[in-house]
């Protein structure tokens, strides 16, 4: 039996009388590859908010690697390994992509403590930014600033500064939201290459992406688990079908 | 082959990049390493403030000034400009810094470092505590704690008049000469002198303070405050930091602006003097470490000019001049150079 | 008369005069989130209005008022058009500083023309004065301010709650993205509220004159107030406004009565704390 990396229980949240999240239960066996699909409104996102300790449930319990986390700030559950990629690019848009990435992993050494050696003396941060940048092909614009980066350049920035901070669970907001076909090779190569000792929660709206990469589908529908299982089963699913309203989910790949 | 740092990719996906040859890596290092390195504009401004003793010896009392308000635009900087905090009420750690300084002399101790060290160290705690409550807001709620945290320190300084001499000021402020040697003459050749080599200092504290990596934080936090947690950065502690050090400089300037004129009164701690270092800073550009120092000569050199003027065509110019920089200029007299140059280097 | 109820009388037209000063920018701020420092000018401009008109040209008091208030309104429109309307998506800094620059050109401005001194003000005769009853003193002007501020926050109240416009106004100051998606043309309905909450604030300037008085500095002194009222009701909210100034008002003059060594101090401490236990305002939406 597979440890749990990632487990909610009975999470609630409303906005007066909006209720975003009802009773949601969740459980991420450990490198796990997980996706969370819903239509657009179901809470996916708001989700992905209470994990992180972005909104703070009216109820329920979040706990990462058997510890209860509903309490933490959000840097202090990122400290802990869980961490979040952002729908809408959430960069730095002034700071290049070196010193983006050079950025989270200073966070993460606590080397930001410090500020009377100059940041080239940090040849360890740097050279692990640039690795990370490396293995996602973006060396040869990581000089220039983020805001001049194509845009599926900056979604695999994304991920690069996600994985700078040495995730144990990584949960992906629409990785690939808005990349052109052309673009989106390297982001597949990129999520095919993350390490199996990360747990992976995907929301997407892209279900080749979900039937590549996913062991399992969860569905939710407005602020409630609808249903759970393998992704032929969840496109075989009536309830499922109904809630998409004869919406064509994409092919169904063989095999 | 495992790359030095251990991330946690597949095997897979780091077998299939090149071996990172030393050469490789040293790159991003030396590129980092040549943005740090001072560049001859720097070393140029640095040679030009030498020039008042010689070009302009009767001009040096304006000059310290000049120093003294530099640093003070230098000290909102480090907040506005590198981590984005709006402060309307800088001035209260500026006067907290000049009263310390005041009072000391006034006492009886009129050593001039002493006097800013512990002047620093009074505007620092002030920077502290009050960082406290910085730090947890932002927008209209910030800019407002901002700008009620120094007008309520100035009421209570008008109100202790016993300490601080209410709105005739403090009197019977005397200076020793520094290091037992350099008297304060009328020429402002001391004056001068302290306050640029101070200006100088700090300025290389703050230098090496934005080029560390706390510096990248701050910038982290003025580029994208939503995206700092989520690389596991603690916002509030960086800016209760940054805070308490821009409000020390602050207090440093202040106490130079006590000693150099030995005179302080209520409107250090003013609406008028944080408005004012402001309106220099954007003048000069944000976020560039020199925009405060460009800024605060020209406000200052401009408004020595015009002094003749009306006080009301003053503020009537300076008004339209921040219209013009919001909305032609952004990024004051330094953006626009950079800019020029870049396009400079652009043209074949 | 017993002190207390003379600092509740005047702590009341105080208040009702800053909640007059500052609804409009509380609605605004709450609609566009464009930070508009040079709110008070608008009112200055309106106190200048009408002793121009009255002493220059010899109106009588009432008459000046609505004159106070389209004038008011129109220089906002004026404005608006030509400069903020590109900054509704600028950063709190550039908001600032651009409105501080109009501030500092209107000061200069008043004091061009009018020179730095209080400018007199003479009240017609039933103004003046005051009325005695069931043993307490009512300053006459004071009453009048209280009623005619009584009736635009009734006005306000009622067009807010109970017209289609108050309704799109409710709804652009809740959500902007979706009162757009509605079919709400927010731009022009933020033009219009800007200008109404300018003429207010005129109005609320030519009502000032008599009761603390009109320099250039005016613009100034009372934008703190009003920011403070503003900030601690809460953004785009008139029972915010209207309680926070009413707040504000009566610790002032309670405080300046009863403990005048420490003058501001109480206003500024109360907002401090307000803001730090409600940063977005008492009425503020979270």
Same mark, same amino acid.
């Given at each position: ?15 007066? #009388?909006?209720?975003?999240? #009802? ?14 699909? /819903? ?60 010193? #983006? ?36 092909? %973006? ?12 845009? /599926? ?16 669970? %990584? ?12 673009? #989106? ?64 989910? /994409? ?5 | ?25 040293? !790159? ?34 304006? +000059? ?26 800088? !001035? ?46 932002? @927008? ?19 109100? +202790? ?12 402020? @005397? ?35 934005? @080029? ?25 502690? @960086? ?7 821009? !409000? ?26 944080? !408005? ?73 | ?144 301010? =209280? ?36 079919? =709400? ?52 909210? =008139? ?32 907002? =401090? ?14």
């Amino acid at each position: 039996m597979s440890e749990i990396a990632l487990s909610a229980r009975g999470l609630c949240k409303s906005f007066g #009388s909006l209720i975003v999240a #009802s009773d949601i239960e969740l459980a991420l066996p450990a490198g796990a590859r997980y996706a969370l699909i /819903g239509p657009n409104g179901a809470g996916k996102t708001t989700l992905i908010n209470l994990i992180t300790g972005m909104l703070r449930p009216d109820a329920g319990r979040i706990v990462l690697d058997g510890a209860d986390i509903t309490a933490l700030p959000p840097e202090q559950r990122v400290k802990r390994g869980l961490v979040r990629t952002f729908q809408i690019n959430a960069l730095f848009p002034h700071l290049t992509a070196l010193e #983006s990435v050079t950025l989270a992993v200073c966070e993460r050494t606590r080397a930001v403590r410090t500020f009377w050696r100059k940041i080239s003396a940090y040849r360890h941060e740097i050279d692990e930014a640039y690795d990370i940048l490396a293995a996602l092909s %973006l060396t040869a614009v990581c000089h220039r600033p983020t805001r001049e980066l194509a845009y /599926g350049q900056q979604r695999l920035l994304e991920i690069a500064l996600a994985m700078a901070t040495q995730p144990k669970v %990584l949960l992906l907001d629409e990785p690939a939201a808005g990349v052109p076909r052309e673009d #989106s090779a390297e982001l597949f190569k990129a999520i095919a290459g993350l390490s199996r000792e990360i747990t992976v929660l995907f929301i997407e709206h892209d279900m080749e992406l979900v039937f590549r990469f996913a062991s399992r589908v969860i569905v939710l529908v407005g602020g409630r688990v609808l249903v759970e299982g393998t992704p032929h089963e969840i496109a075989a699913d009536p309830q499922v079908r109904a809630v998409y309203l004869g919406r064509t989910m /994409g092919k169904v790949p063989h095999g | 082959m495992i790359p030095k740092s251990g991330i946690r990719f597949s095997e897979e996906i780091m077998r299939q990049q090149s071996p990172m040859t030393d050469q490789a890596l040293a !790159a991003p290092r030396d590129y980092l390493q040549a943005q740090i390195r001072w560049q001859w504009g720097e070393i140029v401004f640095w040679l030009a403030t030498l020039l008042p003793f010689v070009l302009t010896p009767s001009y040096l009392v304006l +000059a310290s000034q000049i120093a003294i308000t530099a640093l003070f635009a230098l000290s909102l900087d480090l907040i506005l400009g590198f981590c984005g905090i709006v402060s309307l009420g800088h !001035a209260a750690y500026f006067g907290v810094g000049a009263y310390t300084a005041g009072l000391l002399s006034k006492w009886g101790f009129g050593e001039p470092l002493s006097g800013l060290v512990l002047a620093a160290l009074a505007a620092g705690i002030f920077g502290y505590l009050s960082s406290f409550i910085i730090a947890r807001f932002r @927008h209209l709620a910030l800019i407002m704690l901002t700008l009620g945290l120094a007008l309520l320190l100035q009421e209570i300084a008008n109100s +202790a008049s016993w300490l601080t001499g209410g709105s005739d000021g403090l009197q019977g402020i @005397h200076t020793w000469p520094i290091f037992g040697r350099f008297r304060f003459d009328l020429y402002g050749y001391t004056a001068y002198t302290y306050s640029l080599a101070l200006l100088f200092v700090v300025f290389l504290v703050a230098r090496r303070l934005i @080029h560390s990596p706390f510096g990248l934080a701050l910038r982290g936090i003025r580029e994208n405050t939503t995206r700092m947690p989520a690389i596991g950065a603690a916002i509030r502690g @960086h800016i209760r930091t940054i805070y308490t050090i821009a !409000a020390a400089i602050a207090g440093i300037a202040g106490a130079l602006l006590a000693q150099t004129t030995e005179t302080v009164s209520l409107e250090v701690l003013g609406f008028q003097r944080s !408005a004012d270092v402001l309106v220099m800073l954007i003048l000069g550009g944000t976020g560039r470490l020199y925009g405060g120092l460009i800024g605060a000569a020209v406000y200052m050199i401009a408004r020595d000019q015009f002094s003749g003027l009306n006080p009301q065509f003053w503020y009537f110019w300076i008004g339209l001049i921040l219209i013009a920089v919001v909305m032609l200029l952004p990024g004051g007299i330094l953006g626009g150079l950079s800019r020029l140059a870049s396009r400079a280097k652009d043209k074949p | 008369m017993p002190p207390v109820f003379g600092v509740l009388f005047d702590g009341l037209a105080y208040g009702m005069l800053l909640f007059l000063l500052s609804v409009g920018l509380s609605v605004t701020l709450g609609m566009m989130n464009f930070v508009n420092l040079a709110h008070c000018s608008f009112a200055m401009l309106g106190g200048y209005v009408t002793v121009t008109l009255m002493n220059a040209l010899g109106w009588p008091f009432l008459a000046t008022l609505p004159v106070a208030f389209v004038a008011a309104a129109a220089a906002s429109m004026v404005l608006e058009r030509v400069f903020f309307r590109r900054f509704y998506r600028a950063s709190d800094l550039e908001q600032c500083l651009l409105t501080i620059g109009v501030v500092f050109v209107s000061i200069a401005a008043a004091a061009y023309i009018y020179g730095t001194d209080q400018q007199p003000l003479q009240l017609p005769a039933y103004l003046r004065g005051s009325f005695v009853f069931a043993g307490l003193n009512f300053a006459a002007y004071r009453l009048f301010l =209280i009623a005619v501020a009584l009736c635009i926050t009734i006005a306000l109240i009622a067009g807010i709650e109970a017209t289609r416009f108050g309704a799109q106004v409710r709804a652009a100051v809740n959500n902007q993205r979706m009162a757009r998606g509605l079919g =709400i043309n927010v731009d022009v309905l933020f033009a219009i509220t800007f200008a109404l909450g300018s003429g207010l604030a005129g109005l609320g300037g030519a009502l000032a004159v008599a009761m603390v008085g009109l320099d250039p500095s005016f613009a100034f002194t009372y934008l703190i107030y009003v920011l403070i009222v503003v900030s601690v009701g809460g953004l785009g909210s =008139i029972a915010g406004s209207f309680a926070a100034a009413m707040v504000l008002g009566l610790s002032d003059i309670a405080g300046k009565y009863y403990v005048p060594a420490i003058g501001s101090v109480l206003i500024y401490l109360v907002m =401090i704390v307000l803001l730090m236990w409600r940063p977005l305002g008492l009425f503020g939406r979270r």
